[in-house]
């Protein structure tokens, strides 16, 4: 599974960000898509999750202020970031976990400036 991943970039503290990730398989066969990003000298960690069912999880730091939506037409997951800050700055990564297994985007930058 290809994952191509758009839409970082740096904004200032209170800003939108839009972040999107299209998958290479048809959106019956996904189980769950999500982001996740990676600061600097910290782990990964998960951002938002969104199930084949439509439930949405957040991590509790982007909760009222990311949401996390699908195009199921196009196997599509996005990310609205609004009220940024920046303790937001990280690389960020889709993921999905499909029938054919977990699969990592490429990663996107996000800064977020004071």
């Known amino acids: 599974v290809q994952l191509q991943a758009y839409g970082g970039g740096l904004v200032q503290a209170g800003g939108s960000l839009r972040l999107s990730c299209a998958a290479s398989?048809?959106?019956?066969?996904?189980?769950?898509m999500g982001w996740y990003r990676q600061a600097p000298g910290k782990q990964r960690e998960l951002v938002a999750l969104i199930t084949s069912g439509g439930g949405t999880n957040y991590a509790d730091s982007v909760k009222g202020r990311f949401a996390i939506s699908r195009d199921d037409t196009k196997s599509t997951v996005f990310l609205q970031m609004n009220s940024l800050k920046p303790e937001d700055t990280a690389v960020y990564y889709c993921?999905?976990?499909?029938?054919?297994?977990?699969?990592w985007g490429q990663g996107t930058l996000v800064t977020v400036s004071s």
């Open positions: 398989v048809r959106i019956f066969n996904i189980n769950h």
């Open positions: 993921n999905v976990n499909s029938v054919y297994g977990l699969s």
